[in-house]
């Protein structure tokens, strides 16, 4: 057993090295610097799969069918990542195959049996010999669906399908089946450049990817949808082989607006607002809760978080953000007046206790307990969504505290502060929560708790130069230029980006963050992350 | 060129005219599904073959509830034979006459050495005997294990079912395949009917040329997989095999004949996704899974009523506050709060006690080997050294045994009620793993142990 001695000596080791501040509660070592000429991280990567909103996307935009009543039929994903789209972990055994082999004969159905729209069906097949049509279907879906062209072997045999009219469905209704459920489709294999090294002859053990492969990369991680005719048309003429060709089609995919929904899908993952919807709160401790509050306070934050991630906002501005988007309901919250029916800005030019992720409604609903407000959730929501660096849960054997949390949480907070089983970790969570007690669960400011006692004023970020702050603005202002949630927004953005859960001594991230720590806007980070060696190339199989 | 490792896929009868479907009739209510001769002749001979397995059981069920349970009103206050009666226990109905409860099955001997978080945990644990893996449990569950053995005659090796769920499966999910590797749960029972009963109101020659469409569609996909794999890197391959076990076990959905005849029901209906909608959901997927096995679609059926950690909130039996504050009751310290711990843990008790009456009525419970258990004894300390376990079924009379001793059990009072000198001699817990091998064993799985099993339960 360490003492606390050790322990905090750890603690401040650590602190110097990336992240894992607070892993010194269980005093993990630092991470080994790596070789930085070839920086990629040594694993090699699993194909990933789609994931259901990248699989309800690609078959909007290339049939123009919506599925999206069809998801209760399509297993739910395991998800131990921050992302639905951390693609290597995306299962595809027999529960999921299942799903999606249902799913396939809806839509197919659905296809050609509504009006397929005449510009995602090339033509109509006239007849039974009418075998060019058939193919002309057949190449056009292909391509789009397998994100790259179809090999000859799949071509003839998708042929053979589409011309086989002896089942319950025409031959091209068949080929689509086949295609829906077919692992080209539903599984990213990518494929090693012709010309594969890497520009720095030392880096032999890496080799780039092929124009299909980027393309791929791009679409899904930028719109989260497939790559569309004109990106796989420009990976065939090879556009996509040097950096500068990804760098400028990166900025022409950005600028598109199934971009901006991409953008917004990943801030409602980073910031939690996709688990808002199961919060469920006692209305009789959180005043006002109820599920119109709890689904107004996620539009507000998803439509906040917009004003911070794309063109020239610095994203983590969102920590000290001056402004609300309020509906009637959440003006009541915030103490302002709100006139119409719609979501209204409303601007916080005096700054006090207002501005910001840390005074939202949803970041009060989010850590909230079902009956009471924890300082203690809202201290681990801050490790682990803005500094990656949550303490790990309570080891075995620890007694919970037995005080009542409801009238006071401070006895319950010494208790933890106490013990020092507890407070090795608990100090780097319990003291943030205390600086933000001055808003309730629903994100209301208070002065006082239930049983009359005064809510305290000052919070602090235990390992941070000058920790201190009082209120949620203040809390903001001190994060957002810290270097840790620099490198930890750095961290989020680039998995979401490469669809892949990032370690956090990923030798990307340390391209990356100087880069970010500069301009602060996520399209630089973008920019950067899409040339970067993660993206361009992948580790070579050892030889046998 | 084709890998052809397919069985079922080849013995499919392809020969037209010969009558091998299973006749479903228009989308009607209470229509029996019948079975050519030759069918039942084939079902008659597994049957046999099953009986002189010298297994007990045919079916194995296992039926989970979450977030513990106030032992001190759950443990009936004898030892003994008839049925078990507590607080909580009176809520299986006239089921209890067909329960045995068994006190002092424990997990603690893995998870004290182990610093994670509780809920996380002792739910891993429970089911697999062995310490998790950091994306999820350690190895295979005992009903998954069970479907290995049992999941080959049958359209699906197993169903596993759930009245609701959490993103993170390392709390909400129970059945295991594999490491880390968990199977997804069916929540909506409209999705668990179509799945069951999709190709009722099909008719035979429409069967026949779906069966031709599907054959197709695999065919290509199969073919696609030995295209890819040639000369692909390793974790490219192991993606495909994984892919492909997922289509073996699709045409063994799509291709399995049926064994007997089936009475296709009525589509459920009205029961939302939400916390209103619990109850009425829960019912209707336990009615399917216990028709699922009566029908003989599938020999091992997984229901976690509501995952560890998670706050349902069960207004229709007048409560208020959700699962997991609830369970956290010396918290609370609330008056009140101990008998809402009670009436929560009673209507979970109570789903099972259905489930133990429905199979009853389909003639099947003395061919199945049931459990109802939770991952935690008392919720608010997070201990799993005594855990609530039920068994019924195949020769397991009804009766409250006690097999271990625990701290907990100390510390509660309940080994003094109960005359702890008689058997709580070793401070030794007995590993939940006893009884999941009793289980694995009625069912006839070749194994001497499992997880952290030190011998059996006997059941008899």
Known sequence: VLSLVERSLGAVLLFVSGFSAVSACTAAPP???????????????????????????????????????????????????????????????????????LVAQKVAARFFGGDPPPSKLPCIVASKDDVECREQIVETLALRLFRRPPTKAERARLLTLANDETTDVSGVELALQAMLIAPQFLLQFERAHPDAGHTDAECAEVERLDGFAIATRLALGLTETTPDDELLAAAEAGELDSAEGVASWAKELSSRTLAREARKSFAGQWLGVDELADVELDPE?????????????????LRLSQDYIHGDARVLDLLTADHAWASPLLGEVYGVEISGSFPERIDFPDRGDRGGLFTTSAFAMLTAKFDSVSPVRRGKYIREVILCDAPPPPPPGVPMPAADAKDNPSNVLEQHLDDPSCSSCHEYLDPIGLGLERYDGVGRLRSEYPNGDPVPERGTVVGMDSGEFEGGRELGALLATSEQAARCFTLKASSWVLRRSLEDDDPTLD????VFEDSGTLDDLVNALVVSDAFLY?????AE | MTRRSFNLFDAAPNQPGNVTRRRMLRGMAGIVLGLPALELLGAEAERKAWAQSGASARYLVSFHFGNGAPMRSFTPATVGSGAPSSVILDGLGEAASKVLCLSGLSTSQITRKISLDRHALTAMTSTTGIAPAPKGAGGPSFDQLAARYLGQATRFSSLVLAGAERKDPRYGRMSWAEREESVPPITDPNVLFSLLFSDAGVDGEGIELARARNRSVLDFVSESVAELERNAPQADRERLDEYMTGVRALEQSLFTAPTQECTV?????????????????????????????????????????????????????????????????????????????????RFKVSRFGELVSRLDSHGILDRCIATCFSEMSDGNDHQDDFLPVLVAGAGVPSGHRALGCSTGLLADGIAERLGADSWCKSRDPTPLSNLWLSMLQAVGVPIESFGDSSGSVDLG
């Open chain 1, 511 to 514: 391209r990356l963050l100087p």
């Open chain 2, 265 to 345: 029901p009525d589509a459920p209906e009205g029961a939302t996704l939400d916390d209103a909608g619990f109850e009425k959901r829960t019912a209707q997927l336990a009615e399917l899974g216990a028709l699922a096995l009566a029908c003989d679609f599938t020999r091992v059926l997984g229901f976690c009523l509501v995952p560890t950690g998670r706050d349902v909130v069960y207004r229709f039996i007048g409560l208020g506050l959700g699962d997991h504050t609830i369970s956290h009751q010396d918290y609370q310290n609330a008056k009140g709060s101990r008998e809402n711990y009670e009436t929560m843990t």
């Open chain 1, 285 to 301: 401790v959180h005043a006002g809760f109820t599920s119109e509050l709890r689904e107004a306070a996620g539009h507000e934050l």
């Open chain 1, 538 to 542: 992948r580790r070579r199989e050892p």
């Open chain 1, 31 to 101: 991470a080994e610097p790596s070789s930085p000429a070839c920086p990629l991280s040594s694993e090699l990567v699993k194909p990933g799969r789609l994931s259901v909103r990248e699989y309800l996307n690609t078959l909007r935009d290339v049939l123009g069918v919506d599925a999206s009543d069809l998801v209760p039929f399509l297993a739910k994903d395991a998800i131990t990542a921050t992302f639905s789209n951390s693609a290597p972990d995306l299962g595809l055994g027999p529960e999921q195959l299942r799903g999606f082999h």
